[in-house]
């Protein structure tokens, strides 16, 4: 995944028999472990977009 060019994640699946999609916000931006696993990579596209964005919140309310 990137943002404006810069890796910030990965959403994937290993095996497509299997049907589990993995996402992970990279822990280099947030510091904190920010991964899961979804049934279908819409979701596992709406859960890391979610964390993403919960980091980037987090991120401007502590340069204020």
Known sequence: MLDDGRKVGRIYSFNAATEIWWWGVSFVLTGRNSYG????????????????????????RRSQ
Not at 38 to 57: I, S, V
């Open 37 to 60: 696993d979804a049934p279908t990579r819409e979701q596992a596209m709406a859960a890391f977009k979610a964390e993403y964005e919960h980091w980037l919140d987090e991120l401007t």
